[in-house]
């Protein structure tokens, strides 16, 4: 199956209220991503490809959000941040990368198979599968989203949400 992911960047505002897939802004580009391919810019001067294992600091790209002015890439188990033009150095995730979300603080989050990380720039704190699901029968991390208070939201098992408020996770059934 191949995934596309879009990137909308301030250039074409109105674009992304058209979108069908998940958008972010950097600069003035507007990126499409795909999990086979990699990633394309399409900026005032023209359409630039970064190439899967090429030209990509990450071998595969599975998801993507507007984290200020630059957007974070998920994939391969890290991180990378891309303001449109170039790619900041790839950082791993101690619990995988397969979504990302950014607070508003500055701060990214990920869900990965063993759990939910947070990247506050220097380094990440972590949460286990069983820490975040809180007993619920499936601990599947579907997806998440991240507010501006640096607090997150995540979908667990297709059923439940756990919210962490800065504190601790609580599940809402």
Do not use: N
């Amino acid at each position: 199956m191949r995934r596309m992911f879009v990137a909308l960047g301030a250039a074409l505002p109105v674009a992304a209220s058209m979108s069908f897939a998940p958008t972010a802004q950097a600069a003035d580009a507007v990126c499409f991503a795909s999990t086979q391919f990699g990633l394309s810019c399409v900026t005032a001067d023209g359409i630039k490809s970064y190439a899967r294992g090429k030209d990509l600091p990450i071998r595969s790209i599975s998801d993507m959000k507007s984290c200020g002015d630059k957007i974070a890439i998920a994939g391969s188990s890290q991180i990378v941040l891309f303001d449109g033009e170039k790619f900041d150095a790839p950082v791993r995730s101690t619990t995988g990368a397969s979504k990302v979300s950014c607070d508003g603080k500055g701060g990214i989050w990920t869900t990965g198979f063993r759990g939910v990380s947070y990247w506050d720039g220097s380094g990440w704190k972590s949460w286990s599968r069983d820490d975040v699901a809180q007993g619920e029968k499936s601990k599947y991390l579907t997806d998440l989203a991240a507010g501006p208070d640096g607090t997150v939201w995540v979908i667990v098992g297709g059923r439940s949400v756990a919210h962490y408020d800065g504190k601790a996770w609580k599940i809402f059934k």
